[in-house]
């Protein structure tokens, strides 16, 4: 008897030793979540404080960035006096988060944050083609989701780790409660597959083999997101460097642009020595989330366009327009060089610099012209003007009944 009784208790103390932590919530029973709790919290990735969970609770930015980092198997070492620094620390050191991009730890986090976390967690690529369209057109408030986190919502609904509400709508600034971070966190888990005994970012294609752009940089730099250079020209010169020295990586090279205005002079020169191979391509694209425009523009500032003097107004044909004509010194913002106004068509040009153009909010404007609209007739052909470059630059002659033309000027270069 003294035999079975001892093996029964055996028994039961190893039951009792394999019971897990989250048997002790006083207040998840029920939950819809329970499932996830448990089985993060037997991961020891959550906990709860005085036998609580909190489920319902909003999770605060320090509280999820420690359960990406635990969920990743990454090392850290605690800090007593000070929790969470070392998990912060750990997350800027593998580039989860960036300087700067949380006015503060202690706050709730909101769902465009803990998307963009999971993303760079996963490795995740960005959403182009059919499926990116097709996920734009299913988030009812996508244009409500600010410019730096647009890319890493959709690789968040793309992989799975986010969905939308019953509206379809994301809600990019709604807080996430400690049961649903659990969710999230346990679907990160299954699509990150961290098997990294170093507890590194596996394979990231956002973070990988990166060359960072940004016009608060310097090409003195390094080319480090933390250390960026500042043109298009040095980052292409250090890819070139890169390749001379025969250490091209696996996966390629991305040069990647912080959001911004990057103003060309002259022209940036690429050739297909400049390319990477075909499976491993040397790429350039915007940051993530951010818009980074490529031009040769000069932007125009608005309050520096002023009425038409009377001077010029008295060269104009309708003096009744000259209240609605407005003129700017390019010459005093050191713009010289107008290009030329030369005849083209049909594919054809002058081999001439062309004229410059000016664009507002996206839109090309439109040269002085007459008719503004619809069409005026001609009374005879003189010269037709043929498809051919001789042709287009020859240009067509016609014969009209109208004087208006007659008053232009005949030279673009006696406009003055």
């Not at 990166?210 to 250390?227: K, L, M, P, Q, W």
């Not at 001439?352 to 005026?376: C, G, H, T």
């Not at 240009?395 to 270069?413: E, F, L, Q």
């Amino acid at each position: 008897m003294k035999k079975i009784a001892i093996m029964l208790a055996t028994i039961i103390f190893i039951q009792l030793g394999a019971t897990s932590v989250f048997a002790d919530y006083t207040d998840v029973s029920g939950h819809w979540a329970l499932r996830f709790i448990n089985e993060l919290t037997d991961e020891k990735i959550v906990e709860g404080d005085n036998l609580a969970f909190r489920p319902d609770s909003n999770v605060n930015v320090d509280e999820f960035i420690k359960m990406v980092i635990v969920a990743m198997d990454i090392e850290v070492t605690p800090q007593p006096q000070n929790w969470s620094a070392p998990y912060i620390e750990k997350a800027l050191q593998k580039q989860l988060i960036y300087k700067d991009e949380f006015d503060k730890y202690n706050r709730p986090i909101k769902r465009g944050e803990i998307a963009k976390i999971c993303v760079r967690a996963i490795g995740a690529d960005e959403v182009s083609g059919n499926e990116r369209n097709e996920l734009i057109s299913r988030i009812s408030d996508y244009y409500d989701i600010y410019n730096k986190d647009k890319e890493y919502v959709l690789a968040a609904y793309s992989k799975h780790l986010l969905y939308g509400y019953e509206d379809n709508s994301f809600r990019s600034e709604r807080y996430t409660t400690r049961a649903e971070a659990c969710v999230i966190i346990s679907r990160m888990i299954k699509i990150g597959n961290f098997n990294d005994n170093n507890g590194g970012i596996i394979d990231n294609p956002i973070l990988k083999n990166i060359i960072y752009v940004a016009n608060t940089g310097n090409d003195e730099n390094d080319g480090t997101i933390d250390s960026p250079l500042k043109t298009l020209e040095k980052a292409r010169d250090k890819v070139r460097e890169i390749i001379s020295s025969g250490n091209y990586p696996d996966g390629g090279i991305t040069v990647c642009l912080r959001g911004g205005d990057y103003v060309l002079d002259k022209s940036l020169e690429l050739g297909s020595n400049d390319s990477g191979t075909e499976n491993n391509p040397v790429t350039y694209s915007s940051y993530p989330g951010e818009v980074a425009r490529i031009t040769g523009g000069t932007k125009l500032p608005y309050n520096e366009f002023k009425k038409i003097s009377s001077d010029m107004a008295s060269k104009l044909l309708d003096k009744t327009v000259s209240d609605k004509v407005l003129e700017l010194d390019l010459g005093k913002m050191g713009i010289e060089d107008l290009g030329q106004l030369s005849r083209r068509g049909y594919g054809i040009s002058a081999d001439v610099i062309p004229q410059a153009e000016l664009y507002i909010d996206s839109d090309r404007m439109q040269l002085a012209r007459w008719p503004n609209s619809d069409w005026v007739g001609t009374t005879d052909i003189v010269r037709s003007g043929a498809r051919s470059k001789k042709g287009v630059l020859e240009g067509a002659v016609y014969k009209i009944d109208y004087d208006r033309p007659t008053k232009w000027k005949t030279n673009i270069n006696e406009i003055k």
